[in-house]
């Protein structure tokens, strides 16, 4: 497992528990890709089985091809990933369905989320807060990782946030609502997608 940005001053899951996220990560994008059926998962780890929030991202030849999440934590972790896993794969409006062919060049980053909290612009450290930009019926939220790996700013992160939310740049400077968050983020090894 790769350690990313976002992460805190320490882990909310262990390598073990890591690692049977993206099992069930991985199983729940064969079993429904390859036979249209969620595989039934027993989970025993505590951290696992409780609420949780989290994005599952698919990159294929370390370019992105699905990511989609949940910022409250509406089910127990190892459900909301399992869905997330599905979802970025068949969901996404950016992509096409991932086809079967397709599977073994994926690779999938999990990202386990806090629940959000109000942030000012001035506090927004790249590399460790994940952003959710608000105003109106307009929404949009970008990782932690994200900025890093365009090479951003504080600023260009939050214009950018503003921008997925359909709103312009400098919406954050006139009215829009700032949130963040930290992500405690981690994907498959060996897998040519990262």
């Given at each position: ?87 970025a ?29 109000p ?33 951003w ?42």
């Open positions: 497992m790769t350690e990313a940005v976002g992460t805190g001053p320490s882990p909310y899951l262990d390598a073990k528990e890591r690692k049977a996220l993206l099992g069930i990560a991985r199983r729940a994008l064969e079993g429904y890709i390859g036979a249209g059926k969620m595989p039934r998962e027993d989970v025993t780890e505590a951290k696992l089985a409780a609420p949780g929030a989290a994005f599952v991202t698919l990159t294929k030849n370390a370019r992105l091809r699905g990511c989609i999440g949940f910022t409250d934590p509406v089910a127990p972790l190892y459900k909301v990933v399992q869905e997330c896993a599905v979802a794969a068949t969901e996404d409006p950016r992509f096409p369905p991932v086809s079967q062919p397709e599977l073994p060049s994926l690779r999938i980053e999990i990202s386990v989320l806090t629940p959000l909290f942030i000012k612009p001035e506090e927004v450290e790249v590399g460790m807060h994940g952003l959710m930009v608000t105003q109106g019926r307009m929404q949009g939220l970008l990782l932690p990782q994200v900025p890093v790996e365009w090479g700013d504080r600023e260009t992160f939050i214009d950018q946030t503003c921008v997925k939310a359909g709103l312009p740049p400098s919406a954050w400077r006139h009215g829009a609502t700032l949130r963040g968050f930290t992500a405690e983020v981690f994907g498959e090894e060996g897998r040519e997608g990262g």
